[in-house]
């Protein structure tokens, strides 16, 4: 099975960068995913990394070490409608699961 | 590219009642299928999951059901259902076993009352 972990909230300003941790215990790893929740909507699609090193996409950027279980998603530029549940999924043979979430709000 | 359909979008059911919640696929073929459920303010929880028809995978013992009559096509149901059966309830797919990110149908909130 697997444990996934990560912060349950987090707050920052405008403009600044958030960096969200994600560590992970998996028998059979097969991909980590991050994903981005809006309050009463579906989980949208952020990132993906299945080999160790940062992958950048944009103000995202996300990062893996595999051996340490351990991943983190980084927020730049934050703007309003970055305010937002954010999600670190393991991909487990066939199995995809996800984290508890962590609740991103950015002030003024 | 694929989409899916879940419906209702939203749902209030009394206790012991049944449901039967359906996802639809179109776009692709023999995805891998899951249903999550979302309480309020919290993560998403595994439910099932199925790599083809007729197979399904349940990973909390609950009084849920499953099943994928056909390749597109996958059911959440309940002959009675409880309090705690209250949530929001997605249904995703993904195309490959490893290296592609699952998409979401934009779910049903079910209130049981």
């Known amino acids: 099975g697997q444990n996934i972990d990560q912060p349950t909230e987090m707050t920052a300003t405008e403009g600044a960068i958030v960096q969200i941790n994600c560590t992970y215990q998996t028998s059979g790893f097969n991909g980590l995913f991050w994903y981005q929740q809006h309050a009463g909507e579906a989980p949208t699609f952020l990132s993906y990394?299945?080999?160790?090193g940062l992958e950048e996409k944009g103000r995202f950027s996300s990062f893996l070490s595999r051996s340490k279980g351990y991943s983190y998603l980084l927020l730049k530029e934050l703007q309003m409608k970055d305010s937002a549940s954010y999600l670190c999924?393991?991909?487990?043979?066939?199995?995809?699961?996800f984290g508890a979430g962590t609740t991103v709000t950015v002030r003024a | 590219s694929q989409t899916i359909h879940q419906w209702p979008a939203t749902l209030v059911q009394p206790v012991g009642s049944p449901l039967s919640l359906e996802c639809t696929v179109e776009g692709t073929s023999n995805p891998n299928l899951y249903w999550y459920r979302q309480a309020a303010g919290r993560g998403l929880q595994l439910l099932f999951y199925?790599?083809?028809?007729?197979?399904i995978s349940s990973e909390v013992p609950q009084n849920l059901s499953a099943s994928r009559p056909q390749d597109r096509q996958f059911i959440l149901s309940s002959k009675k259902l409880l309090l705690s059966d209250s949530g929001f309830y997605l249904c995703?797919?993904?195309?490959?076993?490893?290296?592609?990110?699952?998409?979401f149908g934009q779910g049903t909130r079910l209130t049981v009352v």
């Open positions: 995703a797919l993904d195309r490959d076993r490893t290296n592609t990110e699952a998409f």
């Open positions: 199925s790599v083809g028809i007729g197979q």
């Open positions: 999924a393991v991909r487990e043979a066939y199995k995809l699961s």
């Open positions: 990394n299945v080999l160790d």
